[in-house]
């Protein structure tokens, strides 16, 4: 993985921004070395090793047995145990911990990839800039940006799936409806989900014995924003 650096000029700029995209309201903390004593630089690098060090083991990438009516590189949220699962067919899927929407930001339904991008720029949707006034317009891809390493951006929607620089969010109900994920685990995840690929994302509510499976078709839910969430 190349290392990329940003200036801690940039960083003041930053702060509001990653605290408030899909809900990052720690980020603040990820950025704590800011300060005229600091290091000029910080490599990128340094954020995947905190990840794997501060991740719940049960919210580390591994591959678990996961019975499922679907085809290999469908993409499962487990929204209620914050978990992504990428099927891989023949009972097993890939399972990732995840960060998922707050209360009154949980969402449900059937979406596809409609492109993937790899250090993102953040352009603010106008309903979050109507809400928070003073976040900026654009903040381009980068160590610094909210949406991390790599972003997944499912089609009809504002919504993606996106890294982190902020692993003490994973396995939280935190966002403003984006799933979030360490970014040592999007860049996992985007190298194996393609464009065009299935994400089904299970309501909060879903019993536990279904959360663990992937719906039949007959039990998809179409798409259901709480009306107090807005979209992101």
């Known amino acids: 993985m190349s290392v990329k650096f940003i200036t801690t000029g940039s960083l003041t700029a930053l702060i509001a921004a990653a605290a408030l995209s899909c809900g ?21 690098e340094q954020n995947d090793q ?59 339904g059937v979406k596809q990839v409609a492109k993937k991008a790899e250090w993102p720029d953040w352009y603010p949707p106008s309903e979050m800039i109507a809400r928070q006034p003073y976040l ?7 160590p610094g940006n909210p949406l991390g390493a790599r972003a997944m951006y499912l089609g009809g929607s504002e ?6 620089n902020d692993p003490t969010t994973i396995g939280k109900h935190v966002s403003s409806g984006c799933i979030r994920l360490t970014n040592e685990d999007v860049e996992d995840l985007y190298a194996h989900v393609q464009v065009g690929a299935k994400v089904i994302v299970l309501p909060q509510t879903v019993p536990a014995q279904v959360a663990h499976r992937a719906p039949t078709p007959d039990a998809r839910v179409s798409m259901n924003v709480t009306p107090a969430s807005g979209l992101y």
């Open 50 to 108: 905190a990840a794997d060090a501060q991740l719940d083991p049960r919210l580390q990438r591994q591959i678990v047995n996961y019975a499922s009516n679907e085809a290999p590189g469908t993409v499962i949220i487990d929204t209620p145990h914050t978990f992504l699962y990428y099927v891989l067919g023949n009972g097993k899927a890939i399972r990732y911990g995840i960060g998922v929407g707050r209360q009154g930001f949980t969402w449900s």
């Open 24 to 44: 990052a309201a720690q980020a603040q903390s990820r950025f704590a070395f800011n300060s005229p004593s600091a290091q000029q630089y910080a490599p990128i």
């Open 136 to 142: 900026p317009r654009m903040v381009a891809g980068g």
């Open 159 to 164: 919504y993606r799936i996106h890294g982190t």
